[in-house]
DNA sequence: CTGGATCCATGATGATACTG
DNA sequence: CAGTATCATCATGGATCCAG
């Protein structure tokens, strides 16, 4: 199998970034590792949908792209694919997709289909950075269905990584993610835990609602 | 022929999003429906190597989506597509993925490559605004193989629209686009004429080779 | 001449099963 | 765990043709 060099052979930045990541998955494989390194079953869980066949040739393309690289460690088995500093770049890219997907091609959770909290968090942290005055710094340990999440802003940007805090967050919200959409869209407390300083949940509780503000249901 | 309907089934904005924009061709469309309506065949000479098969398709799926709409007046024979308001919100993700695409993606204009002026322009746009800290208004004339463009910013945001200013600008350029490569990237005036105040022109100057610092070429 | 539609070839993707 | 192999299907490209 070769690489797939579809080209458009246009003189333009927007299709020659295209060529790198516009075929179909690679985005999304990109999502999935901008919260922080995957092996190859990890990509498949969340990329729910995809065919092993599909994901190994599009980290190969990443990887050949320069956007994606593979470490292996001689003795042991896993592989775990990381983005270079040209993959995190493709941060705003996503960002700025899923800021339009919020707002013009939202959809409520259908029967079925996977829920993954870093998405999720991935689209409330976009809602909150662009829709809300909210500039300070913020802290908030997640750890939602068994997994740890950090969400932070130090006044300007967010990251959400798919970890522990290493020092204590602000805020500690425990649970399961389809009880945060919950929280999200309906203000319901059911089956989420939220610890912290009066003063920084009262903060939280007021921006996570954010996400609901800006959806456009289709 | 069906609509295609091809979803990833994740609950997760950037995958909304990617489902209504994320087939070939489909931000290529709106990439150059973003400077103004357009017609079939305009579309089809910018995007060089399209069929008109998959513009027709796409533009249908497009409109389905409510990101384009195709004016139709009776006694008139051109059909004239233009973007919706939320086909216009798509202007970050086109400028984020040329942003991407020029530090990342660069290339030099290849032989017999098509160099249409408005995605130099639209690259160009996007390195001065996050490359340099010029934020001032300012208004761009550009008169390049007999067709108008004005590139504009008002201290924030910059634009560029496929038509003649209707109030003066403080610069205008004439010449090629072929020309202005070597403007931009050579600094070299050879088939370009620029007229202005003495000080408009000097800040133009300054600025338009914003876009051969940042590149990285491949 | 614009705005497509049609036919066929090819190549990309999906489904399923299987392996080092 | 990290893929590969095989087969089926569907989307896209190339060329051509057609209606208003």
Chains 1, 2 share one sequence.
């Not at 990329?47 to 003795?75: M, N, Y």
């Amino acid at each position: 199998m070769t690489r797939n060099v579809r080209t458009y052979d246009h003189f333009c930045a927007v299709a020659r970034a295209l060529e790198q990541v516009g075929d179909r998955w690679s985005l999304l494989v990109i999502r999935d590792l901008l919260t922080g390194a995957k092996r190859f079953t990890d990509l498949m869980d969340r990329l729910g949908g995809i065919t092993p066949k599909t994901l190994s040739q599009r980290l190969r393309e990443l990887d050949d792209a320069g956007i994606v690289t593979a470490d292996r460690e001689p003795g042991r088995r896993e592989v775990w694919y990381r983005l270079t500093p040209a993959g995190a770049d493709l941060g705003p890219v996503i960002g700025t997709l899923g800021w339009w997907g919020l707002r013009h091609a939202w959809r409520w959770p259908q029967a079925g289909e996977p829920l993954h909290a870093e998405h999720l968090l991935g689209a409330a942290i976009q809602a909150i950075d662009l829709a809300t005055d909210h500039h300070g710094p913020a802290r908030w340990h997640f750890r939602l269905d068994g997994a740890d999440y950090l969400a932070e802003s130090d006044g300007h940007e967010w990251s959400v990584t798919a970890k522990a805090p290493s020092a204590p967050a602000d805020v500690t919200i425990t649970g399961t993610a389809q009880a945060l959409v919950a929280l999200i869209f309906a203000g319901s407390d059911l089956g989420i835990d939220i610890k912290g300083e009066p003063g920084a949940v009262e903060r939280f509780r007021q921006l996570i609602g954010t996400m609901a503000t800006v959806v456009h249901p289709a």
